[in-house]
């Protein structure tokens, strides 16, 4: 498309001679603002997808990707026969039966409030978000009727330790002549746990599955099951298969696109709305480019008329143009592209250095839920970015490019 003599002479406009100074750094600061503003556009997308991605695998470890929820306050009586039959389905890849209420915790002076969730101590250890997360103590004594296990968030507030004693109160309580004595019970603390998402280390408590059924008086009976499938973006099937295999049970089947459909619905337009806001530093940019290669033009109206004169044709001149802006639009997208890709690759030490260096909190966890900076590079993200950035600042050559390969020599030269 470009032969020799365009590439020598675009090149040799690439190189700022005395007097020409200006026009090179006006062209070197569009180079900065592509080359910044796709970097920015990649990190950011990268830690939007990240966030998404790791909130999603944080609620779905902990909560399952579906559940069946009994209609009544009595609770499921029935729940092996059920478990069985979901555990039989296709893509079902578990069935944990599981109790759960909200409480008041109450020890050492502290109160707040939380939930209680009963499970068995071999459901629990296939929970690889909190088997997998034992910061002190161990699963094996979560057995009898007075062991539990709680988030370190919770057991850093309250002051907890294994072998500490924490006092639940359930408002459902006994009714007597006197109104309603609420539910008064202490556990012993065997294991503390973190999940890594602050709400969960700070609210959520486990009792194993007879314990809870005695406190919150629902003996053989769970409130829901949860369910973990194969294939979590398309659990609508398993959805579909369970309520037929349940149908006339008196039981309701939620999955996780329905009950968090609202919140990863304002991810996705966050993440839609910033990938706009962006794009702005890369238009602005390309502004540059149009501002810098039309006072290229201007500066070199005398050097076009020579060319023309010697034989260069219209198509020629543009050509030149054209080189000599997709040079800074295809350079700094690529400067652009590495610096994001590897600011991506090492943002969480980046964080800390920053962290340590202001002595401020970047990412509060009890903000923004997670406890660490996530950064998920999606290959098709990064392309889309850098068709983008390069689409943009090819388009911002075509007019001064097109004024160039308009001037008329006789003109031009007339007062040489």
Same mark, same amino acid.
């Given at each position: 498309?470009?032969?020799?003599?365009?590439?020598?002479?675009?090149?040799?406009?690439?190189?700022?001679?005395?007097?020409?100074?200006?026009?090179?750094?006006? =062209?070197?600061?569009?180079?900065?603002?592509?080359?910044?503003?796709?970097? /920015?556009?990649?990190?950011?997308? =990268?830690?939007?997808?990240?966030?998404?991605?790791?909130?999603?695998?944080?609620?779905?470890?902990?909560?399952?990707?579906?559940?069946?929820?009994?209609?009544?306050?009595?609770?499921?009586?029935?729940?092996?026969?059920?478990?069985?039959?979901? +555990?039989?389905?296709?893509?079902?890849?578990?069935?944990?039966?599981?109790?759960?209420?909200?409480?008041? $915790?109450?020890?050492?002076?502290?109160?707040?409030?939380?939930?209680?969730?009963?499970?068995?101590?071999?459901?629990?250890?296939?929970?690889?978000?909190? =088997?997998?997360?034992?910061?002190?103590?161990?699963?094996?004594?979560?057995?009898?009727?007075?062991?539990?296990?709680?988030?370190?968030?919770?057991?850093?507030?309250?002051?907890?330790?294994?072998?500490?004693?924490?006092?639940?109160?359930?408002?459902?309580?006994?009714? /007597?002549?006197?109104?309603?004595?609420?539910?008064?019970?202490?556990?012993?603390?065997?294991?503390?746990?973190?999940?890594?998402?602050?709400?969960?280390?700070?609210?959520?408590?486990?009792?194993?599955?007879?314990? &809870?059924?005695?406190?919150?008086?629902?003996?053989?009976?769970?409130?829901?099951?949860?369910?973990?499938?194969?294939?979590?973006?398309?659990? =609508?099937?398993?959805?579909?298969?369970?309520?037929?295999?349940?149908?006339?049970?008196?039981?309701?089947?939620?999955?996780?696109?329905?009950?968090?459909?609202?919140?990863?619905?304002?991810?996705?337009?966050?993440?839609?709305?910033?990938?706009?806001?962006?794009?702005?530093?890369?238009?602005?940019?390309?502004?540059?480019?149009?501002?810098?290669?039309?006072?290229?033009?201007?500066?070199?109206?005398?050097?076009?008329?020579?060319?023309?004169?010697?034989?260069?044709?219209?198509?020629?001149?543009?050509?030149?143009?054209?080189?000599?802006?997709?040079?800074?639009?295809?350079?700094?997208?690529?400067?652009?592209?590495?610096?994001?890709? $590897?600011?991506?690759?090492?943002?969480?030490?980046?964080?800390?250095?920053?962290?340590? &260096?202001?002595?401020? /909190? $970047?990412?509060?966890?009890?903000?923004?839920?997670?406890?660490?900076?996530?950064?998920?590079?999606?290959?098709?993200?990064?392309?889309?970015?850098?068709?983008?950035? $390069?689409?943009?600042?090819?388009?911002?050559?075509?007019?001064?490019?097109?004024? &160039?390969?308009?001037?008329?020599?006789?003109?031009?030269? +007339?007062?040489?």
């Amino acid at each position: 498309m470009f032969d020799a003599f365009e590439r020598a002479v675009a090149g040799r406009y690439l190189r700022a001679r005395r007097g020409e100074r200006f026009v090179s750094v006006i =062209a070197a600061f569009s180079l900065i603002g592509i080359a910044l503003g796709v970097a /920015t556009l990649i990190i950011v997308m =990268a830690v939007m997808s990240g966030f998404k991605d790791d909130l999603l695998s944080r609620i779905l470890g902990l909560n399952g990707h579906l559940g069946v929820y009994a209609n009544s306050s009595e609770g499921m009586t029935d729940y092996p026969d059920i478990a069985a039959k979901i +555990r039989a389905l296709p893509g079902v890849v578990s069935a944990t039966p599981v109790i759960e209420g909200q409480v008041l $915790l109450a020890g050492r002076g502290q109160n707040s409030g939380g939930l209680v969730r009963g499970i068995t101590q071999e459901d629990l250890r296939t929970l690889p978000s909190i =088997a997998g997360n034992i910061r002190a103590g161990s699963l094996d004594d979560f057995t009898g009727n007075d062991a539990i296990a709680v988030g370190l968030t919770l057991a850093q507030r309250f002051g907890l330790e294994v072998g500490s004693k924490i006092t639940l109160l359930s408002p459902d309580g006994a009714v /007597t002549a006197f109104g309603t004595v609420p539910r008064v019970r202490a556990y012993r603390v065997v294991a503390i746990f973190q999940a890594g998402m602050n709400e969960y280390d700070s609210t959520f408590t486990f009792l194993p599955l007879a314990a &809870a059924q005695v406190f919150f008086q629902k003996p053989g009976a769970v409130t829901q099951i949860e369910v973990m499938v194969h294939d979590p973006e398309h659990v =609508a099937t398993v959805n579909r298969e369970i309520r037929d295999a349940l149908a006339g049970q008196a039981v309701r089947v939620i999955d996780w696109t329905q009950s968090n459909d609202s919140f990863f619905a304002a991810v996705q337009v966050e993440q839609n709305v910033m990938f706009l806001i962006l794009t702005l530093i890369i238009l602005v940019a390309a502004f540059n480019v149009v501002s810098s290669l039309i006072m290229m033009v201007k500066d070199k109206t005398r050097d076009i008329a020579v060319l023309r004169t010697l034989g260069a044709g219209r198509g020629a001149i543009m050509r030149i143009f054209l080189m000599c802006g997709a040079s800074v639009g295809i350079t700094g997208t690529f400067v652009g592209t590495v610096l994001g890709v $590897l600011f991506c690759w090492d943002i969480e030490r980046v964080r800390l250095l920053l962290q340590s &260096a202001t002595g401020t /909190t $970047l990412f509060d966890p009890t903000v923004y839920y997670l406890e660490h900076l996530p950064a998920k590079l999606d290959p098709a993200t990064v392309l889309q970015v850098v068709a983008m950035a $390069l689409v943009l600042s090819l388009l911002a050559t075509l007019y001064p490019s097109w004024r &160039a390969a308009k001037t008329d020599p006789v003109e031009a030269l +007339r007062h040489e």
